[in-house]
């Protein structure tokens, strides 16, 4: 399994208020998209993820959970429109000069950056997925692009954080809530609710079919990989925007100190919920 801690050091993030997004994608990449390993491992693992899987991945970014399915034998499409630098990164690790990802995948992976398209071969998909755990309340349009290509019985899995009481970052994301509220549509982050992923597929007309809890911690080299990776989350976009990068700089920064080791790492337990369900 993928260590969760980031070992290469990076250098601090650009206080200049324009934010260059390839390189936030890099970040995302690099540092933070790794920390939800356990999560995609986990889920792949409890739902049997391998040949004969065809599986659609919405919010997919840059990669990684398509290319551990993929890994498994699976063949994977991945949509993300809101995040075209990310998925282009997602075509690098999944299509390398033309050819398919993954060594014992049989079917060639789409990456789409528009609305989710028919599995290679015209078979309807036997998993969808959500496991950027974003705000839970923007997956109906998602989900209602996604289900009809999806076979009866099909599941679909929801990921989310977990209690906030069991996630040591809770209290630095509540620094990005603190300095700026999110404009309406935004991606913005809030305390998980109890029922979140539930209330999200019974709107989407799931049955819902199981849950689990997955320790994510996120680990990083130091304070400046720290920030660059949360930063990369989007989470304190909008924060940027009511001040400046300087400023939110400043407060993470401060923010993440009590979670500082003696070596210098930071390291943050985190737990994630996922949700299983059925499509009717």
Not at 35 to 62: H, I, K, N, Q
Request: charge should be neutral.
């Amino acid at each position: 399994m993928t260590s969760t801690l980031v070992r290469q050091h990076v250098a601090h993030a650009d206080p200049a208020p324009c934010v260059d997004l390839s390189a936030r994608a890099r970040d995302w990449s690099e540092i933070q998209e790794r920390m939800l390993v356990p999560l995609y491992e986990a889920v792949y693992d409890r739902l049997g993820v391998g040949p004969g899987s065809r599986l659609l991945g919405l919010r997919c970014g840059a990669g990684l959970a398509l290319l551990l399915a993929a890994s498994r034998g699976a063949s994977v499409t991945g949509v993300d429109s809101a995040f075209p630098e990310r998925l282009a990164l997602a075509r690098a690790r999944l299509l390398p000069d033309g050819r398919p990802g993954g060594a014992h995948t049989r079917t060639r992976p789409q990456l789409l950056d528009g609305p989710p398209a028919e599995p290679a071969g015209g078979e309807p998909y036997t998993l969808v997925t959500v496991l950027d755990p974003g705000d839970a309340d923007g997956l109906g349009e998602l989900l209602a692009a996604a289900l009809p290509l999806a076979a009866r019985g099909a599941a679909v899995v929801l990921a989310g954080w977990g209690p906030p009481e069991r996630c040591a970052t809770t209290s630095v994301l509540r620094t990005a809530a603190g300095l700026a509220e999110p404009p309406p549509g935004d991606r913005g982050w809030r305390p998980a609710r109890r029922d979140d992923l539930e209330e999200a597929a019974a709107r989407a007309g799931l049955r819902p079919d199981g849950s689990g809890r997955v320790a994510c911690p996120f680990g990083y080299a130091d304070l400046d990989s720290a920030v660059r990776g949360l930063l990369s989350t989007g989470l304190f976009d909008a924060a940027i925007t009511a001040t400046d990068a300087r400023q939110v700089d400043k407060e993470l920064t401060e923010a993440l100190h009590p979670h500082r080791r003696p070596d210098g790492t930071v390291w943050m337990p985190n737990v994630f919920r996922y949700l299983v369900a059925r499509v009717p």
